[in-house]
């Protein structure tokens, strides 16, 4: 990998992802708040698609989540999702309220298990592979934290084995499309080749 | 990690662990709490707990004889019953937690052990 660390992050040597100048400070900033609009956005939009089957959800605000962690680290993706959050709950009515609870939870469980994956695993597995962990562990965080509040006797757990097949589905199509996202963004830091006279 | 777009033989271990946890996390939370004992009353003997994941045939001694649960699959029914109506038998096969069985002429009790997460009946 280019940099251990990335642009932006409390200790970060000058080190960055290939051919990126360090980001910190207000430009870095700058790149968050809009990575959280478009977080934001995304999951505002995905809920205004009609979805035959209830809870189910591609989850595209977490492609954004993932590439601010390939891009500029750990924190900087905590930031992002809590920003998404935010927002996303503001427009869609649910601040504050249980769903915005179980979106909370299930973030902020993807967002730490991908940031240990990213941390730790770096040579074992694609952004695919990281998405698919962040969709896992964000399927059992939300049934654990529905249990817990709904004081069901963990009866809810029956549905872990649908949530991990969904989980399967979308951590796949999200690591697909933020791995895309990611060598675009690599493809347009690339220096412009000049054409030969 | 940033520029590796295909995946690695990580991310298809991980997709194969994926896809066996679901028929193995189906499988974990597929019994209902309490589903599990079978608690069993009869005079004189008074109450007994059997292992429902156990099969097995039981003979339970009452006043007016023997009567004969089995014990199958998880599921539970009464084979043979000394009492005059036959009801206990015509009750058929229980499984799940609430669901009972009883021959009242025999003083015998069968149930499972749990509270029963659906309703017995509904009127319209």
Redesign the interface.
């Known amino acids: 990998?280019?940099a251990d660390r990335r642009s932006g992050e409390p200790g970060t040597k000058s080190a960055a992802?290939?051919g990126q100048a360090p980001v910190h400070g207000t430009a870095l900033r700058a790149r968050l708040a809009l990575y959280a609009t478009a977080a934001a956005l995304l999951f505002v939009l995905e809920r205004l698609v009609p979805n035959p089957v209830p809870w189910v959800r591609l989850g595209l605000a977490n492609i954004v989540t993932l590439v601010v962690l390939?891009?500029h680290g750990a924190l900087s993706a905590l930031v992002v999702v809590g920003l998404r959050l935010v927002l996303g709950a503001f427009f869609a009515g649910t601040l504050l309220g249980p769903q915005f609870l179980l979106s909370g939870c299930g973030a902020v469980a993807s967002w730490g298990v991908m940031a240990a994956a990213?941390r730790w695993?770096?040579r074992?597995?694609?952004?695919?592979?990281?998405s698919?962990?962040g969709s896992?562990a964000h399927a059992v965080a939300q049934l654990a934290l529905a249990n817990a509040l709904f004081a069901t006797?963990?009866?809810l757990?029956?549905l872990?084995?649908f949530f991990?097949?969904l989980?399967?589905v979308t951590g796949?199509v999200t690591g697909v499309l933020a791995?895309?996202v990611?060598?675009r963004l690599?493809l347009a830091r690339r220096p412009a080749v000049e054409a030969a006279p | 990690m940033a520029t590796r777009r295909r995946p690695t033989a990580g991310d298809l271990l991980l997709l194969a662990l994926l896809i066996a946890a679901v028929p193995l996390s189906r499988r974990a939370t597929a019994s209902g709490p309490g589903s599990e004992r079978l608690l069993v009353r009869s005079e004189p003997a008074g109450v007994q707990v059997v292992d429902a994941r156990r099969d097995g045939e039981f003979a339970l001694v009452g006043p007016l004889g023997t009567t004969r649960l089995r014990l199958q699959g998880g599921a539970a029914w009464i084979v043979e019953s000394p009492c005059p109506g036959q009801l206990c038998r015509r009750m058929g096969r229980i499984s799940g937690p609430g669901r009972v069985l009883a021959c009242v002429p025999n003083r015998v009790l069968v149930q499972f052990e749990g509270q029963a997460d659906d309703v017995d009946g509904v009127s319209r």
């Not at chain 1, 074992?124 to 990281?130: A, E, Q």
């Open positions: 990998m280019a992802p290939a390939l891009e990213v695993g770096e074992l597995w694609s952004p695919i592979g990281v698919l962990l896992a006797a963990g009866a757990w029956v872990l084995p991990l097949g989980s399967i796949g791995s895309a990611v060598a690599a």
